[in-house]
């Protein structure tokens, strides 16, 4: 075993986060040529199922809807499941109770937050910045909402932010972490910059929440969105979640209201009265089955306090990229992503000229990550399952597989 693999051991043998993977089912990808276990590094793009979700929703089809029925409603507390979740979701980002509402997929909620944004800034505010680098759709939804508003639309970086707001801004929609190279994005300090130019904040944390600590009420934020199949572990497709900062949850007007959000859901008035609270964040019939899917993924965290994950997450970012530095050929790959912690996620992104190719061929080996054109191979570090030894056998595999041979060990 090489010195790196010891290593692994030794630092797999100290990790208090180790328990936690037993909590999930990764059984299902492995190395059967060399008949070692499979490494997944995509729970950026899918988390890992949770080994208690398949019972749960058994429970919910054969119980809640097979015998209860409507019943389910309230016997089964469907009804308050979207503002039940969002608050088991709240600690993991840093929000306070009746913050955040769950429902609706991301870019859903990325059309609420934004036009959401432009109505809290006020007359006279008519552009919207968007992260220049950002998840196309993040950028599509931008586009949309600031036709619908009558705004200009100015893409920018991260980092011209500052510089580029003005009396004119009413909204900026940023992405906590990119999703291509894994650099996280100075959330606080933007955040304040944003508000001290009077405009309103709306962060996209698809890729942070379940990461790393965000502290959206400690920090100020205004509004924020985010999915639930990456960190969070939810299941595909699973419902994405909307913050609204309390102080103005009686202020945000929701461009998409509907019956769900009603002060009176069951009134069936012609005219609209917005819920009090997250609730207005809703629009229509909840997606139960997904939805409580997620409530059961959120059990897995329970004892597990986000700053150990976050620390967990750098330990094996750095160690991957030594493990790479050391295995993989010089020259034949390059990292996208930052070395120093303060603007990492959990993510390592690495440059490669055939790096379709080179995925495949990995995936084929049991080492799942995944591929961004035109040449990016990404690797998702979940620190929930993700151990020290996946690490090392990862970067050693990449490197059998850049060279066409065998390292052995």
């Known amino acids: ?96 109770a009746g913050q955040i509402v769950v429902g609706d997929s991301t870019s859903v909620n990325v059309f609420k937050a934004v036009v959401g944004a432009v109505r809290l800034a006020g007359e006279g505010r008519d552009e919207i910045l968007v992260d220049a680098t950002t998840f196309p759709t993040d950028g599509y939804i931008a586009e949309s909402a600031a036709r619908m508003t009558g705004c200009a639309l100015r893409p920018v970086t991260p980092a011209e932010v500052p510089e580029a707001l003005g009396d004119r801004t009413a909204a900026v929609l940023l992405n906590h972490v990119d999703y291509r190279t894994g650099r996280l994005h100075d959330l606080p300090g933007l955040t304040s910059a944003v508000r001290a130019a009077g405009a309103v904040a709306v962060w996209d944390l698809c890729h942070s929440a379940g990461a790393l600590p965000v502290g959206l009420d400690a920090h100020g934020v205004d509004l924020a969105v985010g999915c639930t199949y990456k960190y969070l572990n939810g299941g595909p497709g699973s419902p994405a979640y909307l913050y609204v900062r309390a102080d103005l949850q009686d202020r945000f007007d929701s461009p998409l209201p509907g019956w769900n959000s009603h002060a009176e859901p069951f009134g069936m008035r012609p005219d609209y009265t917005p819920a009090a609270g997250a609730p207005r964040g809703r629009v229509g019939t909840p997606d139960i089955l997904s939805m409580l899917a997620l409530e059961a993924a959120l059990e897995v965290w329970d004892g597990v306090p986000i700053e150990a994950v976050r620390a967990k997450s750098l330990a094996l970012t750095d160690f991957f990229l030594e493990c790479v530095a050391q295995y993989v050929p010089p020259g034949r790959v390059e990292s996208l992503t930052p070395d120093a912690h303060e603007e990492r996620g959990s993510q390592v992104a690495l440059r490669c000229a055939d790096a379709g190719q080179v995925m495949k061929r990995l995936i084929e080996r049991g080492v799942v990550g995944d591929f961004r054109h035109p040449d990016v191979l990404r690797f998702g570090f979940t620190p929930l399952y993700v151990g020290f030894a996946d690490v090392e056998r990862a970067a050693r595999v990449l490197a059998e597989t850049l060279r066409g041979e065998t390292l052995g060990g």
């Open 1 to 96: 075993m090489s010195e790196l693999g010891m290593r692994a051991e030794k630092l797999d043998a100290a990790d208090e986060l180790a328990g936690v993977r037993a909590r999930f089912v990764l059984d299902a990808v492995s190395d059967h040529a060399a008949g070692a276990a499979g490494v997944y590094l995509d729970g950026n793009s899918l988390g890992a199922l949770p080994a208690n979700v398949p019972g749960r929703l058994d429970d919910v089809v054969r119980r809640q809807w097979g015998a209860l029925r409507i019943r389910s409603w309230e016997e089964s507390g469907w009804w308050t499941a979207p503002e039940r979740i969002g608050d088991r979701i709240a600690p993991l980002v840093g929000a306070a």
